[in-house]
Protein backbone atom coordinates (compact mmCIF):
# COMPACT_ATOMS: atom_id res chain seq x y z
CA UNK A 1 0.00 0.00 0.00
CA UNK A 2 1.30 3.47 -1.04
CA UNK A 3 1.35 6.10 1.90
CA UNK A 4 -1.89 7.11 0.56
CA UNK A 5 -3.38 4.18 1.78
CA UNK A 6 -2.96 5.05 4.98
CA UNK A 7 -4.26 7.84 5.37
CA UNK A 8 -6.87 8.72 8.27
CA UNK A 9 -10.47 10.74 7.99
CA UNK A 10 -12.31 8.03 10.58
CA UNK A 11 -12.34 7.84 14.23
CA UNK A 12 -14.02 5.36 16.64
CA UNK A 13 -14.52 6.92 20.07
CA UNK A 14 -15.85 3.97 22.44
CA UNK A 15 -18.24 5.36 25.38
CA UNK A 16 -20.17 2.43 25.98
CA UNK A 17 -18.48 1.60 29.52
CA UNK A 18 -20.47 1.08 32.62
CA UNK A 19 -18.16 3.77 34.36
CA UNK A 20 -18.34 1.95 37.59
CA UNK A 21 -15.50 3.65 39.00
CA UNK A 22 -17.74 7.04 39.12
CA UNK A 23 -20.92 5.71 40.68
CA UNK A 24 -23.47 6.71 41.75
CA UNK A 25 -22.84 10.09 38.96
CA UNK A 26 -23.05 7.62 36.51
CA UNK A 27 -25.67 5.30 37.45
CA UNK A 28 -28.09 7.40 35.12
CA UNK A 29 -25.31 9.01 32.99
CA UNK A 30 -22.70 8.24 30.93
CA UNK A 31 -19.50 8.88 32.69
CA UNK A 32 -18.57 11.00 29.43
CA UNK A 33 -20.79 13.75 29.95
CA UNK A 34 -19.77 14.48 32.96
CA UNK A 35 -18.29 18.27 32.42
CA UNK A 36 -14.79 19.25 32.66
CA UNK A 37 -15.72 23.23 33.74
CA UNK A 38 -18.87 23.58 31.62
CA UNK A 39 -18.35 21.20 28.75
CA UNK A 40 -18.90 17.22 28.67
CA UNK A 41 -15.51 15.38 28.44
CA UNK A 42 -16.67 13.60 25.23
CA UNK A 43 -16.99 17.43 23.86
CA UNK A 44 -12.70 17.89 24.35
CA UNK A 45 -12.64 14.05 22.67
CA UNK A 46 -14.68 15.14 19.58
CA UNK A 47 -13.02 18.47 19.51
CA UNK A 48 -8.89 16.87 19.69
CA UNK A 49 -10.35 14.59 16.78
CA UNK A 50 -11.58 17.61 14.43
CA UNK A 51 -8.09 19.07 15.49
CA UNK A 52 -6.54 16.43 13.93
CA UNK A 53 -8.44 16.49 10.57
CA UNK A 54 -10.40 13.71 11.66
CA UNK A 55 -14.06 14.30 9.94
CA UNK A 56 -16.15 11.41 10.05
CA UNK A 57 -17.01 9.75 13.80
CA UNK A 58 -18.52 7.09 15.18
CA UNK A 59 -19.03 6.90 18.68
CA UNK A 60 -19.99 3.39 20.37
CA UNK A 61 -22.77 4.40 22.95
CA UNK A 62 -24.34 1.88 25.50
CA UNK A 63 -27.01 2.16 28.20
CA UNK A 64 -28.21 5.97 28.55
CA UNK A 65 -27.04 6.79 25.10
CA UNK A 66 -29.86 9.80 24.46
CA UNK A 67 -27.76 12.37 25.91
CA UNK A 68 -24.67 11.49 24.33
CA UNK A 69 -26.59 11.97 21.01
CA UNK A 70 -28.70 15.03 22.43
CA UNK A 71 -25.55 16.72 22.74
CA UNK A 72 -24.38 16.52 19.41
CA UNK A 73 -27.87 16.91 18.34
CA UNK A 74 -29.46 20.95 17.38
CA UNK A 75 -32.08 22.24 20.31
CA UNK A 76 -34.29 24.90 18.13
CA UNK A 77 -35.82 26.11 21.01
CA UNK A 78 -32.98 27.10 23.03
CA UNK A 79 -31.24 28.52 20.20
CA UNK A 80 -34.23 30.51 19.69
CA UNK A 81 -34.44 31.61 23.32
CA UNK A 82 -30.64 32.56 23.27
CA UNK A 83 -30.72 34.50 20.06
CA UNK A 84 -34.02 36.29 21.11
CA UNK A 85 -32.02 37.69 24.38
CA UNK A 86 -29.29 38.63 21.62
CA UNK A 87 -26.92 36.33 24.16
CA UNK A 88 -24.56 35.57 21.25
CA UNK A 89 -21.96 33.66 23.41
CA UNK A 90 -24.12 31.25 24.68
CA UNK A 91 -25.44 31.14 21.21
CA UNK A 92 -22.35 30.35 19.83
CA UNK A 93 -21.42 27.55 22.58
CA UNK A 94 -25.03 25.41 22.38
CA UNK A 95 -24.56 25.55 18.60
CA UNK A 96 -20.68 24.95 18.38
CA UNK A 97 -21.55 21.34 19.40
CA UNK A 98 -23.52 19.88 16.81
CA UNK A 99 -21.46 21.60 13.77
CA UNK A 100 -18.18 19.98 14.51
CA UNK A 101 -17.98 16.75 12.66
CA UNK A 102 -20.28 14.20 11.31
CA UNK A 103 -20.65 12.33 14.34
CA UNK A 104 -22.40 8.70 13.77
CA UNK A 105 -23.65 6.58 16.46
CA UNK A 106 -23.75 2.41 16.94
CA UNK A 107 -24.57 0.60 20.13
CA UNK A 108 -22.20 -2.11 21.81
CA UNK A 109 -24.91 -4.03 23.67
CA UNK A 110 -23.13 -5.92 26.30
CA UNK A 111 -19.96 -3.90 27.50
CA UNK A 112 -17.49 -6.91 26.91
CA UNK A 113 -14.34 -4.98 26.86
CA UNK A 114 -12.87 -2.28 24.29
CA UNK A 115 -12.08 -4.63 21.75
CA UNK A 116 -15.29 -5.90 21.59
CA UNK A 117 -16.59 -2.23 21.04
CA UNK A 118 -13.90 -1.65 18.57
CA UNK A 119 -14.94 -4.44 16.74
CA UNK A 120 -18.39 -2.83 16.14
CA UNK A 121 -16.94 -0.49 14.06
CA UNK A 122 -15.74 -3.03 11.64
CA UNK A 123 -18.40 -1.94 8.83
CA UNK A 124 -18.76 1.73 9.41
CA UNK A 125 -14.91 1.57 8.89
CA UNK A 126 -14.66 -0.54 6.10
CA UNK A 127 -10.82 -1.40 4.38
CA UNK A 128 -9.25 1.87 6.44
CA UNK A 129 -6.99 2.55 8.42
CA UNK A 130 -8.94 4.32 11.13
CA UNK A 131 -7.78 6.25 14.73
CA UNK A 132 -9.62 5.11 18.25
CA UNK A 133 -9.98 8.04 20.81
CA UNK A 134 -11.34 6.46 24.24
CA UNK A 135 -14.10 8.86 25.08
CA UNK A 136 -13.38 9.42 29.14
CA UNK A 137 -9.60 9.89 28.44
CA UNK A 138 -8.54 13.41 27.69
CA UNK A 139 -5.41 14.78 26.08
CA UNK A 140 -5.00 18.51 26.64
CA UNK A 141 -5.26 20.27 23.30
CA UNK A 142 -2.29 22.18 23.91
CA UNK A 143 -0.28 18.77 24.36
CA UNK A 144 -1.71 17.36 21.13
CA UNK A 145 -0.11 13.81 19.79
CA UNK A 146 -2.89 12.70 17.75
CA UNK A 147 -1.68 14.29 14.78
CA UNK A 148 1.90 12.75 15.20
CA UNK A 149 0.26 9.27 15.63
CA UNK A 150 -1.04 9.77 12.19
CA UNK A 151 1.84 10.79 10.54
CA UNK A 152 3.83 8.10 11.96
CA UNK A 153 1.02 5.58 10.51
CA UNK A 154 0.50 7.08 7.41
CA UNK A 155 4.58 7.11 6.60
CA UNK A 156 5.30 3.32 8.16
CA UNK A 157 1.97 1.46 7.71
CA UNK A 158 2.19 0.24 11.14
CA UNK A 159 -0.67 0.39 14.20
CA UNK A 160 0.60 3.20 16.38
CA UNK A 161 -0.33 3.43 20.25
CA UNK A 162 0.07 6.49 22.81
CA UNK A 163 2.43 5.47 25.35
CA UNK A 164 3.12 7.48 28.90
CA UNK A 165 5.52 7.04 31.22
CA UNK A 166 3.99 5.88 34.74
CA UNK A 167 5.22 5.69 38.15
CA UNK A 168 5.81 1.87 39.59
CA UNK A 169 2.55 2.09 41.50
CA UNK A 170 0.17 2.86 39.07
CA UNK A 171 1.29 0.33 36.05
CA UNK A 172 -0.86 -2.42 37.54
CA UNK A 173 -3.99 -0.07 36.30
CA UNK A 174 -2.86 0.02 32.31
CA UNK A 175 -1.60 -2.02 29.45
CA UNK A 176 2.10 -1.92 29.50
CA UNK A 177 4.85 -2.09 26.47
CA UNK A 178 7.42 -3.91 26.08
CA UNK A 179 9.48 -1.93 23.77
CA UNK A 180 12.40 -2.75 20.75
CA UNK A 181 14.30 -0.18 19.17
CA UNK A 182 13.97 3.75 19.85
CA UNK A 183 14.44 6.69 17.75
CA UNK A 184 13.69 9.59 19.67
CA UNK A 185 10.05 9.70 21.30
CA UNK A 186 9.00 6.75 18.41
CA UNK A 187 9.60 3.34 19.30
CA UNK A 188 9.04 -0.07 18.29
CA UNK A 189 6.34 -2.30 20.39
CA UNK A 190 7.33 -5.92 20.80
CA UNK A 191 4.87 -6.93 23.03
CA UNK A 192 1.79 -5.99 25.34
CA UNK A 193 0.76 -7.10 28.50
CA UNK A 194 -2.59 -6.04 30.33
CA UNK A 195 -2.49 -5.00 33.92
CA UNK A 196 0.56 -6.22 35.25
CA UNK A 197 1.72 -6.50 38.86
CA UNK A 198 4.66 -3.91 39.02
CA UNK A 199 7.33 -5.96 39.38
CA UNK A 200 6.35 -7.99 36.02
CA UNK A 201 5.97 -4.91 33.66
CA UNK A 202 8.00 -4.96 30.80
CA UNK A 203 8.86 -1.04 31.16
CA UNK A 204 6.92 2.18 32.84
CA UNK A 205 5.46 2.97 29.02
CA UNK A 206 1.64 2.76 29.54
CA UNK A 207 -0.72 2.51 26.56
CA UNK A 208 -2.94 5.49 26.74
CA UNK A 209 -6.09 5.80 24.80
CA UNK A 210 -5.48 7.39 21.18
CA UNK A 211 -4.76 4.52 18.90
CA UNK A 212 -3.86 4.58 14.85
CA UNK A 213 -5.43 1.32 13.68
CA UNK A 214 -5.26 -0.76 10.39
CA UNK A 215 -8.29 -2.29 9.25
CA UNK A 216 -6.66 -5.84 9.69
CA UNK A 217 -7.01 -5.24 13.30
CA UNK A 218 -10.58 -6.24 13.08
CA UNK A 219 -9.78 -9.58 11.73
CA UNK A 220 -7.40 -10.23 14.67
CA UNK A 221 -9.98 -9.21 17.36
CA UNK A 222 -12.59 -11.31 15.79
CA UNK A 223 -10.36 -14.28 16.71
CA UNK A 224 -9.36 -12.63 20.11
CA UNK A 225 -10.94 -14.72 23.33
CA UNK A 226 -11.72 -12.50 26.11
CA UNK A 227 -8.74 -11.72 28.64
CA UNK A 228 -8.62 -10.55 31.44
CA UNK A 229 -11.68 -9.59 33.39
CA UNK A 230 -13.49 -11.68 31.14
CA UNK A 231 -13.55 -8.57 28.20
CA UNK A 232 -11.97 -8.98 24.91
CA UNK A 233 -9.05 -7.02 25.06
CA UNK A 234 -7.92 -4.67 22.08
CA UNK A 235 -4.13 -4.84 24.30
CA UNK A 236 -4.12 -8.76 23.42
CA UNK A 237 -5.10 -7.81 19.97
CA UNK A 238 -2.51 -5.55 19.76
CA UNK A 239 -0.17 -7.94 21.33
CA UNK A 240 -0.67 -10.37 18.16
CA UNK A 241 -0.12 -7.45 15.53
CA UNK A 242 3.12 -6.71 17.55
CA UNK A 243 4.43 -10.70 17.33
CA UNK A 244 3.23 -11.27 13.89
CA UNK A 245 3.41 -7.99 11.65
CA UNK A 246 2.82 -10.22 9.09
CA UNK A 247 -0.89 -10.04 9.40
CA UNK A 248 -2.13 -6.43 9.79
CA UNK A 249 1.43 -4.66 10.12
CA UNK A 250 3.38 -4.14 13.45
CA UNK A 251 2.71 -1.68 16.28
CA UNK A 252 4.58 1.22 17.36
CA UNK A 253 4.54 3.52 19.83
CA UNK A 254 4.78 7.85 19.92
CA UNK A 255 5.83 8.34 23.99
CA UNK A 256 3.27 11.09 25.18
CA UNK A 257 4.90 13.70 27.90
CA UNK A 258 2.29 16.35 27.93
CA UNK A 259 -0.95 16.25 30.21
CA UNK A 260 -3.66 13.70 30.06
CA UNK A 261 -6.25 12.92 31.99
CA UNK A 262 -8.30 9.78 33.07
CA UNK A 263 -11.58 11.38 33.80
CA UNK A 264 -13.37 8.06 34.53
CA UNK A 265 -11.16 8.27 37.54
CA UNK A 266 -11.98 10.51 40.10
CA UNK A 267 -9.02 12.19 40.77
CA UNK A 268 -7.65 12.71 37.61
CA UNK A 269 -11.44 13.91 36.98
CA UNK A 270 -10.86 16.93 39.47
CA UNK A 271 -7.36 17.31 38.89
CA UNK A 272 -7.95 17.80 34.78
CA UNK A 273 -10.79 20.39 36.30
CA UNK A 274 -8.50 21.98 38.03
CA UNK A 275 -5.96 22.63 35.35
CA UNK A 276 -8.34 23.34 32.53
CA UNK A 277 -10.27 25.83 34.74
CA UNK A 278 -7.21 28.21 36.08
CA UNK A 279 -6.32 28.71 32.47
CA UNK A 280 -9.52 29.89 31.27
CA UNK A 281 -10.31 33.68 30.70
CA UNK A 282 -13.05 33.41 32.43
CA UNK A 283 -12.76 32.28 35.76
CA UNK A 284 -8.62 31.32 35.75
CA UNK A 285 -7.98 34.35 37.64
CA UNK A 286 -10.48 34.07 40.77
CA UNK A 287 -9.94 30.04 40.75
CA UNK A 288 -5.81 30.88 40.98
CA UNK A 289 -7.04 33.26 43.82
CA UNK A 290 -9.32 31.06 45.39
CA UNK A 291 -6.74 27.88 45.24
CA UNK A 292 -4.00 30.36 46.69
CA UNK A 293 -5.82 31.11 49.91
CA UNK A 294 -7.03 27.32 50.53
CA UNK A 295 -3.66 25.96 50.07
CA UNK A 296 -2.81 27.37 53.02
CA UNK A 297 -5.78 25.69 54.88
CA UNK A 298 -4.34 21.86 53.84
P1 LIG B 1 -12.77 1.90 30.83
O1 LIG B 1 -12.20 0.59 31.21
O2 LIG B 1 -12.20 3.12 31.43
O3 LIG B 1 -14.35 1.96 31.00
O4 LIG B 1 -12.76 2.01 29.25
P2 LIG B 1 -15.31 1.38 32.07
O5 LIG B 1 -15.40 -0.10 31.94
O6 LIG B 1 -16.57 2.15 31.87
O7 LIG B 1 -14.60 1.81 33.43
P3 LIG B 1 -14.91 1.48 34.95
O8 LIG B 1 -13.66 0.77 35.40
O9 LIG B 1 -16.16 0.64 35.05
O10 LIG B 1 -15.06 2.80 35.62
C1 LIG B 1 -12.20 3.05 28.50
C2 LIG B 1 -13.16 3.55 27.42
O11 LIG B 1 -13.69 2.47 26.67
C3 LIG B 1 -15.10 2.47 26.71
C4 LIG B 1 -15.47 3.30 27.94
O12 LIG B 1 -16.73 3.92 27.76
C5 LIG B 1 -14.34 4.30 28.01
O13 LIG B 1 -14.60 5.45 27.22
N1 LIG B 1 -15.60 1.08 26.79
C6 LIG B 1 -15.11 0.22 27.72
C7 LIG B 1 -16.57 0.66 25.91
O14 LIG B 1 -17.03 1.45 25.04
N2 LIG B 1 -17.05 -0.61 26.01
C8 LIG B 1 -16.58 -1.49 26.93
O15 LIG B 1 -17.06 -2.65 26.95
C9 LIG B 1 -15.59 -1.05 27.81
Not at 60 to 82: C, M, P, S
Request: hydrophobic share 40%.
Amino acid sequence: MTSKGFRVSKAVIPAAGLGTRFLPATKAMPKEMLPIVDKPVIQYVVEEAVAAGLSDLLMITGRNKNTLENHFDRVAELEQVLSQKGDEKKLFSVQASNQLADIHYTRQGDPRGLGHAVLRAKSHVGHNSFAVLLGDDIIDSRDACLSQMLKLHEETGDNVVALMEVPKEQIHLYGVASIGAQDGDVVEVIDLVEKPEADKAPSNLAVIGRYVLRPEMFDILESTQPGRGGEIQLTDALQHAAKHPEIAGGVRGVIFRGRRYDTGDKLDFIKATLRIAVDREDIGDDLRDWLKGFSKEL
